[in-house]
């Protein structure tokens, strides 16, 4: 697994998020999300700009899984059902890189809360982010890459 192991500290900007939501876990959940999201693509398409993909998840109180897409501007007109807007604030992250194949993403994600807790990473209350960089219809499996956002206070 080629996972950068130390982490650069970065802003993530305040965006415009479309996403699917699903609560529990998150081997369940994920994959549902991602497949109705993928249903509705061709109409998200249509009304807006997609500027990237991404998934946000929390897992405390409760795990949340949010897989959605960025968007050039706030949406003017209804989005399709079964999807929410946020106008995602941003803030400081702790940016991890995987390079390879999705299915590799829960044992890169455990590693990364690994070395959180090892390098005693001040953590703040946020959605954790996974941002897929490149598109997955028109890059190799293992050119991939996967930023693993980790909501920091650290600046």
């Given at each position: 697994?080629?996972?950068?192991?130390?982490?650069?500290?970065?802003?993530?900007?305040?965006?415009?998020?479309?996403f699917?939501?699903?609560?529990?876990?998150?081997?369940?959940?994920?994959?549902?999300?991602?497949?109705?999201l993928?249903?509705?693509?061709?109409?998200?398409?249509?009304?807006?700009?997609?500027?990237?993909?991404?998934?946000l998840?929390?897992?405390?109180p409760?795990?949340?899984?949010?897989?959605?897409?960025?968007?050039?501007?706030?949406?003017e007109?209804?989005?399709?059902?079964?999807?929410?807007?946020?106008?995602?604030?941003?803030?400081t992250?702790?940016?991890?890189?995987?390079?390879?194949?999705?299915?590799?993403?829960?044992?890169?994600?455990?590693?990364?809360?690994?070395i959180?807790?090892?390098?005693?990473?001040?953590?703040?209350?946020?959605?954790?982010i996974?941002?897929?960089?490149?598109?997955?219809?028109?890059?190799?499996?293992?050119?991939?890459?996967?930023?693993?956002?980790?909501?920091?206070s650290?600046?």
């Amino acid at each position: 697994m080629k996972l950068t192991e130390i982490p650069e500290i970065i802003q993530w900007t305040e965006m415009h998020y479309l996403f699917i939501e699903k609560k529990g876990s998150f081997m369940e959940t994920a994959p549902k999300a991602w497949q109705e999201l993928h249903q509705k693509m061709s109409e998200l398409k249509l009304a807006h700009k997609i500027t990237g993909a991404m998934s946000l998840y929390q897992i405390q109180p409760e795990m949340i899984y949010r897989a959605g897409v960025s968007v050039e501007a706030r949406p003017e007109k209804t989005i399709p059902d079964g999807m929410n807007y946020q106008n995602f604030k941003g803030g400081t992250y702790a940016r991890f890189t995987l390079q390879g194949s999705y299915s590799q993403l829960p044992e890169a994600c455990g590693k990364v809360f690994e070395i959180v807790k090892k390098i005693n990473l001040p953590l703040r209350d946020d959605f954790f982010i996974e941002n897929y960089v490149n598109d997955p219809n028109s890059t190799p499996e293992e050119q991939l890459l996967t930023e693993i956002l980790v909501p920091c206070s650290r600046k």
